[in-house]
């Protein structure tokens, strides 16, 4: 039977890397059934909404999507596409893994992390006050009356909202993860010692569900010494666990430590659908070149096969990889010694190179 699965391009170097990493699935003798849906800048000016409805409904249909990076306006009213779709479908789970491979320009060896973000809620949920409008006047009021704080109407707010339920489940999602992949630590990431309710209670909530894994160790750091932790001694941890936008920033971070953004994988998981896609954005100032690495894509899809029960294609795909970073020869600018590097690939190439090696 073949898998239907929602394919969607994005926007800047979304289609290329979208189009190289389909032809390799492809090239893995998996069959798909693809349900291309445009969302992004395109559909911006033609609908007024980056993420139509009929994306929505296919994921819900497929259960499965593939994703290119989607461009978000920075300080504009749009809302960010990615983080809307993560919250229509209860996407709950971002899962990143960082690993470091032979070949790839590291300070470091032997990094093997999976970061595991919560992405529902946290300064990301989306609860935001303009300056100048009535509920903003009205928070500020709120904000007097219940603390005795008087804010300057000049300001703007977005709040940080952190729940048990959400937290519960992110925590046990972290560590079911460990225990299903023979993985020994959970590491909670927080600031509770400033945020002392909001992070204060992510912490007490992971602290709580870690006593329900006794199998698995449980440790906590708070976010500043964790960046620096990971930058010193990244071997030290295994799975990270943190509210959103900790998770958002560590994992940038980790992909600096294995060897950049070309290369770091990702998945929106949710009790019904899952979403695979880079951690990276749309980098739109190389849009249109063939120049960017599809790597980042193609372990999407390598983390999207071993969610389809396809294995043993997944094993190939990410062989022919890692093979292809070891070589050194048929990789992108960002893989090779100097980003001008004269012999570096392009987008394409990189796609043709892993097809070859899957033939052989
Ligand atoms: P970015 O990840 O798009 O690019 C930052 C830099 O990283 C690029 O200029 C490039 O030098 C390098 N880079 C990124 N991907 C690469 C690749 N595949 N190969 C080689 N080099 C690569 O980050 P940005 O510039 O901050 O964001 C651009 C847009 O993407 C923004 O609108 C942002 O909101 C959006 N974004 C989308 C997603 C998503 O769709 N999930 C994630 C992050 C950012």
């Given at each position: 039977?073949?898998?239907?699965?929602?394919?969607?391009?994005?926007?800047?170097?979304?289609?290329?890397?979208?189009?190289?990493?389909?032809?390799?699935?492809?090239?893995?003798?998996?069959?798909?059934?693809?349900?291309?849906?445009?969302?992004?800048?395109?559909?911006?000016?033609?609908?007024?909404?980056?993420?139509?409805?009929?994306?929505?409904?296919?994921?819900?249909?497929?259960?499965?999507?593939?994703?290119?990076?989607?461009?978000?306006?920075?300080?504009?009213?749009?809302?960010?596409?990615?983080?809307?779709?993560?919250?229509?479908?209860?996407?709950?789970?971002?899962?990143?893994?960082?690993?470091?491979?032979?070949?790839?320009?590291?300070?470091?060896?032997?990094?093997?992390?999976?970061?595991?973000?919560e992405n529902t809620e946290d300064l990301y949920a989306g609860i935001e006050f303009q300056r100048g409008t009535r509920e903003h006047e009205e928070i500020l009021e709120a904000i007097s009356r219940c603390s005795g704080h008087q804010l300057d109407p000049e300001s703007a707010l977005s709040v940080k909202y952190i729940s048990v339920?959400?937290?519960?489940?992110?925590?046990?999602?972290?560590?079911?993860?460990?225990?299903?992949?023979?993985?020994?630590?959970?590491?909670?990431?927080?600031?509770?010692?400033?945020?002392?309710?909001?992070?204060?209670?992510?912490?007490?909530?992971?602290?709580?569900?870690?006593?329900?894994?006794?199998?698995?160790?449980?440790?906590?750091?708070?976010?500043?010494?964790?960046?620096?932790?990971?930058?010193?001694?990244?071997?030290?941890?295994?799975?990270?666990?943190?509210?959103?936008?900790?998770?958002?920033?560590?994992?940038?971070?980790s992909a600096g430590l294995i060897g950049g953004l070309g290369v770091a994988p990702g998945a929106n998981i949710g009790s019904q659908c899952a979403v695979f896609e880079p951690v990276h954005g749309s980098a739109p100032k190389y849009a249109g070149q063939n120049k960017v690495n599809p790597m980042a894509m193609m372990f999407s899809?390598?983390?999207?096969?071993?969610?389809?029960?396809?294995?043993?294609?997944?094993?190939?795909?990410?062989?022919?990889?890692?093979?292809?970073?070891?070589?050194?020869?048929?990789?992108?600018?960002?893989?090779?010694?100097?980003?001008?590097?004269?012999?570096?690939?392009?987008?394409?190439?990189?796609?043709?190179?892993?097809?070859?090696?899957?033939?052989?």
């Amino acid at each position: 039977m073949p898998h239907a699965v929602t394919l969607i391009p994005g926007d800047g170097t979304g289609p290329e890397i979208t189009e190289a990493t389909r032809r390799v699935l492809e090239a893995t003798g998996v069959k798909f059934v693809w349900d291309v849906r445009r969302a992004g800048a395109e559909m911006l000016e033609k609908y007024g909404t980056v993420l139509p409805d009929d994306v929505i409904e296919s994921i819900k249909r497929t259960k499965v999507g593939l994703k290119g990076p989607i461009t978000t306006p920075v300080g504009r009213g749009q809302r960010s596409a990615n983080v809307t779709l993560r919250k229509k479908l209860d996407l709950y789970a971002n899962l990143r893994p960082a690993k470091t491979y032979p070949g790839l320009r590291s300070r470091y060896e032997n990094i093997d992390l999976i970061i595991v973000r919560e992405n529902t809620e946290d300064l990301y949920a989306g609860i935001e006050f303009q300056r100048g409008t009535r509920e903003h006047e009205e928070i500020l009021e709120a904000i007097s009356r219940c603390s005795g704080h008087q804010l300057d109407p000049e300001s703007a707010l977005s709040v940080k909202y952190i729940s048990v339920a959400a937290t519960r489940r992110i925590v046990r999602f972290a560590f079911e993860y460990a225990r299903a992949n023979g993985r020994r630590k959970v590491t909670a990431v927080h600031k509770a010692n400033i945020m002392r309710l909001s992070d204060g209670l992510f912490l007490a909530t992971a602290h709580e569900v870690a006593k329900e894994f006794s199998d698995i160790q449980f440790e906590d750091r708070i976010v500043d010494n964790m960046c620096m932790q990971l930058v010193q001694k990244p071997e030290l941890y295994d799975v990270l666990v943190l509210p959103n936008l900790y998770g958002d920033i560590i994992s940038d971070l980790s992909a600096g430590l294995i060897g950049g953004l070309g290369v770091a994988p990702g998945a929106n998981i949710g009790s019904q659908c899952a979403v695979f896609e880079p951690v990276h954005g749309s980098a739109p100032k190389y849009a249109g070149q063939n120049k960017v690495n599809p790597m980042a894509m193609m372990f999407s899809g390598v983390m999207m096969l071993r969610h389809l029960g396809e294995r043993e294609a997944a094993h190939r795909l990410e062989r022919a990889l890692t093979q292809i970073i070891a070589e050194g020869k048929y990789v992108t600018y960002d893989l090779k010694p100097r980003p001008d590097d004269p012999t570096a690939v392009g987008t394409s190439q990189v796609a043709d190179a892993v097809i070859e090696r899957l033939h052989r």
